[in-house]
């Protein structure tokens, strides 16, 4: 199968273009988990017509600078240009595969090296592969948590691929539901913007609309002077 791979490039102002990105913890090459993302994104491309932008992140590359990030606490380079692709898109697509019933550990300890603001509000479809329908619970079980604590979207529909069902109409169908659903909210602009006012955040975190400066915090503010040594209001 043909991948997907569209250069990232700036929109005019005019253009409103919408962009995506692609998390795939496959490791094989090929890798399935990589199929099934392909096939989510060229039909999502299809859904959102030319403007769209989509983004690729393969973490089998990524995984020894993953491991390190974790271990460190704070990622390197190659790790934070994946993050810079997450924060600026619109809608994400995570696929991973599924080994001894659980999510992939490379999947897993990508997302532990996330800002926990990194995703509110984002619109996430849930895909996964496996040896065996027998695992298909796993994107509800465990996927749909993780992003939950990370307070994006995940949308109602996910895709879940096991060998005897590449051939299948019902996959097609299912990757076309979910594709429609998700260029749906990425048209509505569905990032959850009152939600965002909600949540207490980390100064200078990845998020697109993280506080990254002093610039972004008031000095004035009676908390602020009581912590550099000034009195607040009587």
Known sequence: ???IVTPDRE???SESAKRFAVISAGTGNPSSTRQLSDRIAAKSLEQLGPQARVSVIELGPLAVDTARAAVAGFPGPEVQAAIDKLAAADA?????PVYKAGVSGLFKTFLDVLDNDLLVGK???LAATGGSARHALVIDD???PLFGYLRAFTLPTSVYAAPEDWASSELGARIERAATELAALVRAGVEQQLAWSGYQHHFGGNAARAERSEDDLDFDSPLMRLATGGRGEA
């Open 1 to 3: 199968m043909k991948r």
């Open 142 to 144: 465990q996927m749909r």
């Open 11 to 13: 929109a005019s102002p």
């Open 92 to 96: 994400i697509i995570a696929a991973t």
């Open 123 to 125: 619109p996430v479809l």
